[in-house]
């Protein structure tokens, strides 16, 4: 048999070098977005984003090709050493019930190792095809947003970009899609088909054995943490054949043999034969103690399943912002937000551990690429925001500051590129911001129109809209024109950020603006 720790620890050589092949996928994909040109006409659009798929369906398949000699390799390694290692548990029952053990492996049994290898191996090829058709699929999905988003106006092309890596990173690279529409990533791909095949063939191997020396009656493995469905059975002996009075059928209990039941999917349960007379593993006491509610969280009393899926939660959130980071540093993009949501998740988990008791799984939480300098740099980052956001804003405490700054973080900034320091945001349209006294370099076709055809303005030329900058009361940020807009007691006059007039109006101060005045000054 194979404990559910030695299972769980089995995939790490393959899953890490999947999972680096994973990592750079996202990031090719991340690139490759972010360098198409989205203003292009709609044929040539087509035309483009065909080439751009088939050239990403290349390069997954070379790069995916080239670890199946590695896998396949470590695959064997695997599993000889969970072959030999089952066996050689059962063989001191079997000797212990008075069966003379053997220290080689069977024909029979050699033969369903061989059998595994052959169909793990078969796995790990597929994924190779499968990988390759639904990242495509994936990186098609998110160009065609991007694309649409940018012809249609509802977004300028760099938001357009960031929401398409960001819903890219929360995905994953997609291995296999099933017919319900759930996507598993490389990764999880990865693990599950390491673990399923090792434990089916380990299990396979057992059973070749205890047909070879009659034996008939099993023991489950069980362990806490387990999922309810299989809760129910773990720890309990049960007849392979289904003949015995005393026992029930093992097949039909279990479930073993199909994918939900024992040995299923990513299931950690496995048996071992047992006889009449010899002592039994699992007490009715400790089978208990595994379904007790021994874990409390926030106020909730929890199962260990129920903690170890909450951890679970906690370490694919952290996975996926760390996913986005890499992704969007990939493709030049700002990675605030996501360094802020590792820090977040992190202290969410750090929380969580201290509630429960439960150990940190590191290997569970961490992603090919993500190296000290990674986290130091997004650490950094997270702190360097939740300064800037109780800077910039007084809301009812540091995570509502933060948040309203990575709102407003594109804005921010724009104007600070352009030497233009954020203030108050007063409405959907008007920023309060400090811009100082610019002078005007030019005018604008539109402010010369508006001398010629509004008689209100006539008299509205470049030295008295100058002399509304200088003495402006207030100046605003027009987000949708990207325009300053300086406001003085008797007019205001609007500049671009090149300092040209865009128009001057004459125009009474409004009192509207009255209460801004002093919290702004």
């Known amino acids: ?26 990031a090719d994909m991340a690139r490759r977005i972010n360098g198409f040109d989205l203003f292009i006409p709609s044929a040539q659009y087509q035309m483009e984003r065909l080439e751009e798929m088939g050239a990403l369906r290349r390069d997954i398949i070379s790069k995916l090709s080239g670890l199946t000699g590695k896998s396949r390799k470590e695959i064997a390694a695997i599993m000889q050493e969970a072959g030999v290692e089952t066996l050689s548990a059962d063989e001191k029952i079997y000797q212990a019930a008075g069966l003379v053990g053997k220290s080689e492996l069977s024909p029979a049994v050699q033969e369903v190792l061989n059998a595994g290898l052959q169909k793990t191996g078969g796995l790990f090829r597929n994924l190779t095809k499968t990988t390759a058709n639904t990242a495509t699929r994936q990186f098609e999905n998110a160009l065609d947003r991007a694309y649409m988003q940018v012809t249609s106006g509802a977004f300028d092309p760099n938001t357009a ?63 806490s943490g387990a999922r309810p469905s299989h809760a129910e059975w773990q720890g309990q002996v049960f007849s392979r054949s289904g003949k015995s009075r005393k026992y029930p059928d093992f097949v039909q209990v279990t479930g073993y043999g199909t994918g939900e039941g024992l040995g299923g999917w990513n299931c950690s349960h496995s048996f071992y034969p047992f006889f009449e007379g010899l002592p039994r593993t699992y007490s009715d006491k400790l089978l208990d103690s595994y379904k007790a509610k021994n874990y409390e969280y926030n106020g909730k009393r929890m199962t260990e399943y129920e903690a170890l899926q909450t951890q679970r939660g906690i370490e694919r959130k952290l996975r996926r912002w760390k ?193 801004y005045l002093e919290e702004n000054q």
């Not at 048999?1 to 996202?26: F, G, K, N, W």
């Open 161 to 223: 970009v960031r929401s398409a890596i960001k819903h890219l990173a929360q995905q994953g690279v997609g291995a296999i899609t099933y017919p319900s529409g759930h996507v598993d990533t490389l990764e999880v791909a990865v693990r599950r088909a390491l673990v399923t095949g090792v434990n089916q063939t380990c299990l396979q191997m057992q059973e070749a054995r205890a047909d070879e020396l009659g034996c008939d009656l099993v023991e489950t493995t069980a362990h």
């Open 323 to 515: 996913r986005e980071n890499i992704a969007m540093k990939a493709a030049g993009h700002d990675t605030t937000e996501s360094a802020v949501k590792i820090a977040q998740w992190q202290t969410v988990q750090k929380d969580f551990l201290s509630q429960t008791g439960l150990k940190r799984q590191r290997d569970r939480e961490q992603i090919a690429g993500w190296s000290r300098k990674a986290a130091a740099q997004a650490s950094g980052s997270a702190r360097s925001a939740q300064h800037k956001a109780n800077r910039y804003f007084s809301l009812s405490g540091p995570e509502e500051n933060l948040r309203e700054y990575l709102k407003e973080k594109p804005i921010i900034d724009l104007l600070e590129q352009q030497g233009v320091e954020y203030k108050q945001r007063i409405s959907e349209k008007e920023i309060i911001v400090s811009a100082g006294a610019p002078k005007i370099v030019s005018e604008s076709a539109h402010a010369v129109e508006n001398r010629a055809v509004k008689t209100d303005r006539a008299d509205m030329t470049a030295e008295r809209a100058q002399s509304f900058v200088d003495s402006a009361k207030l100046t605003l940020y027009q987000p949708e024109r990207q325009t300053l807009k300086f406001m003085a007691e008797d007019g205001y006059a609007v500049l671009n950020f090149d300092h040209k007039l865009v128009t001057a109006v004459p125009q009474k101060w409004r009192k509207k603006y009255d209460d």
């Open 1 to 26: 048999m194979l404990t559910p720790e030695y299972l769980q620890r089995l995939p790490d050589s393959v899953v890490e070098l999947y999972a680096q092949a994973e990592a750079d996928i996202l």
